[in-house]
């Protein structure tokens, strides 16, 4: 069994992640874990306005869950509205984006 302790996991800036606008705070929640299914989570602070530029997924998936705040996520071309507890999949072959309207707290995990 692996565990990491909050206090362990220390914020590192990100700035335009993807290639989008601002800098997010990065707390990576599985380094040191080398997990074969899934290669990353992190939770990312994220004020308002700063964004995840639109990237896409080939031979992966992976998860948004909004903990805190409100955005706008982008999948392919279509926009949506995503709230505190909302969860969304970018699938192989889709691509993904997600801008803070207000400050938020985002919870981002990728499979292999």
């Known amino acids: 069994m692996d565990i990491r302790k909050s206090k362990d996991i220390i914020p590192q ?3 335009q992640c993807h290639d989008g606008e601002g800098v997010l705070m990065c707390r990576s929640l599985l380094d040191g ?3 074969e299914k899934f290669p990353f989570m992190h939770a990312d602070t994220m004020p308002a306005g700063v964004s995840i530029g ?9 998860i948004y869950y909004l903990v805190s705040g409100r955005g706008v996520l982008t999948y392919d071309d279509t926009e949506y509205e995503m709230k505190t507890g909302d969860i969304s999949l970018c699938r192989s072959g889709h691509s993904h984006a997600f801008r803070a309207v207000d400050d938020c707290v985002l919870i981002v995990v990728g499979s292999r």
């Not at 639109?54 to 992976?62: A, C, S």
């Open 13 to 15: 800036p990100f700035a």
């Open 54 to 62: 639109l990237h896409r997924h080939d031979n992966n998936e992976e």
């Open 33 to 35: 874990f080398d997990s």
